[in-house]
């Protein structure tokens, strides 16, 4: 048998320090992209495309939490 690094599971591979600087950075990106969404709308008026840069954050923020959550639990 050889080793097969698919089958361990996630807590093997991503430590504690890891998953937790995950759910931070997620935590991170959604503040940001939220603020600079509000920002936007009522004081900046930046365009679409800072718009849509605060929107990318705003789901990779949320996906992040999503995976620190559901994909790594103990």
Partial sequence: MGFR?????YHVIINVEMREFIK???F???AVGT????????VLDAGTSC?????????VG???LA???FAMRD
């Fill in 51 to 59: 718009t849509i840069s605060l929107a990318v954050a705003n789901f």
């Fill in 5 to 9: 690094l698919h089958n361990l599971p």
């Fill in 28 to 30: 991170v990106l959604i």
């Fill in 67 to 69: 995976f620190a959550h």
């Fill in 35 to 42: 603020v600079g969404l509000l920002l936007n709308e009522f």
């Fill in 62 to 64: 949320l996906a992040s």
């Fill in 24 to 26: 931070i950075s997620g």
